[in-house]
Every structure is written in C-alpha cells, then in structure tokens.
C-alpha cells in the first residue's frame, strides 16, 4: 500500500511515498464510482441489493475503527493505512450502491407511486446525506492518520504546508473531535438508511403477498 519501509525520510524534499499522499490518491481516485452505473447482475437481477452488502460491512468496521484510533492513538499509527483503505472502499461503494438503487428506484415507482415509492424516495434522500456524512468522515480520517505521523515517530512529510498546520498539536486534537462526530453521524445515517430499505423491502413483500392471495 505504501513505501514507508524506510525508517528516515529524506528531509531535503517532499517524500511524495508516504502513506499520506498515496491514501489521499487513493481517496480522490474513489471518486470514479460516481459515473459508475451497474443496473443489473446475474440475468437481470437488480444490483443495488448486492451491491448495498459492501458498504453495509465497511462502514461500521470504519465507524468502530476509528473510534477504536481515537481513545488508543498507537493503534491509528498501527493499522491506520489499512483503516483509511477500508474507509475509502466504503465511500466508494455507497456512489456504486446509489446509482445502482437510482435504476432500482425508477423501476419501483413505476409500479407503485404510493406508500411504497414514498419509502423508497425517503431511502435515497436519506442515502444521500449518508454519503456527503462518510466523505467527509474519510477526509478527516486520512488527515486524522497523518496528523497522528507528522506529530509523531515518522515527522514531517516534506510539505511545509502540510507539515506546519497538521503537526500542531491542536490540529490533531480539533481532527479527532471532528472524527468522533463524523463518526457518529456515519453510524445513525447508515442505520437509517438501511431501516428505511427494509421497510420498503417488508412492504414490497407484504404486497406481492396479498397480490398472490387474492
């Protein structure tokens, strides 16, 4: 995932191989899944409910993660890469989840309009605050990682910039608060959303149920 492998960074120049720039590359690159659209798998099977278990397991083991950084900052240093890694995956997979679900979406109110579709418009209002909540939590949990280096045992990066306002150590004290609230937020965003995706679920099979009574 990274170079860090060697133990004392040249000090004359940016080390553009630390940790911190490649996980912020990584972040940006997450991205991409934005313009991904993925509507159906396997014979037309809608993707959106296979697709939705990815986030459903990243984002909690990130959420736990990195409160678990917060209250024991040696193990952030210790597994903070594959930490944000994690995080970025998620974040990457609630823009896959939601396009697919955007094609899911359309269908369903095709059928049903009422109660139904107004579950399933409430689902994505709901996903979409999920995933503005989760970027900014990966963003601060990547600045979170590197302010926890740059103030500790690696030093500086090379970038004054960078160097100067995250080695502070009130910058660090600011990021973690912010993450612990991020962090939380993530936690009742994403409950929502997937209790809001149950019901609409519950209630489309409640209603095939009593179409195959009658």
């Not at 409950?191 to 019901?199: M, N, Q, S, T, Y």
């Amino acid at each position: 995932m990274t170079t860090d492998s060697v133990a004392t960074p040249d000090r004359s120049g940016i080390d553009w191989r630390r940790a911190e720039f490649i996980l912020t590359l990584f972040g940006l690159l997450g991205f991409v899944t934005i313009g991904i659209k993925i509507s159906t798998v396997f014979s037309g099977l809608p993707a959106h409910p296979l697709i939705i278990h990815v986030p459903v397991v990243l984002i909690p083991l990130s959420i736990l993660g990195a409160l678990a950084g917060v209250v024991r900052p040696a193990w952030f240093v210790r597994y903070g890469i594959l930490l944000c890694s994690v995080a970025i995956v998620a974040m990457s997979s609630i823009f896959l989840a939601m396009r697919a679900g955007t094609a899911l979406q359309e269908n369903l109110l095709h059928i049903d309009s009422g109660q139904l579709g107004h579950l399933v418009d409430e689902h994505a209002q709901a996903a979409d605050v999920l995933a503005v909540v989760f970027v900014a939590f990966t963003a601060i949990l990547i600045l979170t990682f590197s302010a926890t280096r740059i103030s500790g045992e690696m030093g500086p990066t090379g970038l004054s910039v960078l160097d100067r306002i995250l080695s502070a150590r009130s910058s660090l004290l600011v990021l973690r608060g912010l993450l612990v609230v991020l962090a939380l937020a993530g936690a009742f965003c994403v409950f929502r959303v997937g209790d809001l995706g149950a019901k609409a679920v519950w209630l489309q099979r409640v209603r095939a149920a009593e179409a195959r009574a009658r």
